[in-house]
């Protein structure tokens, strides 16, 4: 799976937007950019994914770039229950990737304050 | 509501004992679980791989005669902490992929804190 370079940490004022980016520069044509969240002493939790067109769903928005080296995931209204670590991940969706491991990297600290 | 559950969320051992983490997937069968650990403000870091009816593939540097997996169902992992030390405080997790149904990502349990006296 391609590596993925996230910033350790963002703060973002409630009811404004989040604009969480993450940069995969080595990403192959068929792998999928994955969203996940962990809030404190929870499991992660599944965002949202995509290849190559935005997506958007009840959660989020994912941007994905042209040429697919980075991407955005927008948080359009956040609240303090949207602090959390969020974690992009990029592999081959399920059917192709059989049952491999999600891996983590570092994610991004976000701090949503009132 | 949850996909995969886990149980229990938090237990408090003696050291020197053992303790048994349940991981199930509800509504869904999975062939394949994994387990993760996750120490304070670090990501999580995969243990192992549990395969139902046959052995679980360890990660290089986990000990396998210490932390038991037994996937004896196709909805049913254990994880089993033998012998627990104080350094086996952690934050435990499993995740099983889903159906198609369910869009065959992913999903992960609410996780268990660990704590070794």
């Known amino acids: 799976d391609a590596k993925t370079t996230q910033p350790p940490s963002m703060d973002c004022a409630e009811g404004r937007a989040a604009n969480l980016p993450c940069n995969h520069s080595?990403?192959?044509?068929?792998?999928?950019v994955y969203w996940y969240r962990q809030i404190h002493s929870q499991g992660p939790q599944y965002i949202i994914h995509g290849l190559k067109n935005n997506e958007t769903n009840e959660m989020a928005s994912l941007i994905i770039t042209e040429d697919r080296k980075s991407s955005t995931l927008i948080l359009p209204h956040a609240t303090l229950r949207d602090t959390a670590v969020y974690y992009c991940?990029?592999?081959?969706?399920?059917?192709?990737?059989?049952?491999?491991?999600?891996?983590f990297g570092k994610g991004t600290r976000l701090s949503v304050i009132a | 509501g949850a996909v995969v559950s886990q149980h229990p969320s938090w237990v408090i051992c003696k050291s020197g004992t053992s303790v048994k983490i349940e991981c199930r997937s509800l509504d869904f069968q999975a062939t394949t679980m994994f387990w993760y650990r996750q120490f304070p403000k670090q990501s999580l870091m995969l243990m192992a791989t549990s395969n139902e009816g046959s052995k679980a593939t360890y990660e290089q540097g986990v000990e396998k005669d210490k932390f038991l997996i037994n996937h004896a169902s196709l909805t049913l992992s254990t994880l089993t902490v033998t012998s627990a030390h104080p350094e086996d405080s952690s934050f435990y997790i499993c995740?099983?992929?889903?159906?198609?149904?369910?869009?065959?990502?992913?999903?992960f349990g609410s996780g268990t804190q660990l704590s070794v006296l």
């Open positions: 995740s099983a992929r889903g159906d198609r149904a369910r869009g065959e990502k992913l999903f």
């Open positions: 991940i990029v592999r081959r969706p399920g059917a192709y990737s059989g049952n491999t491991p999600l891996v």
């Open positions: 080595t990403i192959s044509g068929n792998e999928y």
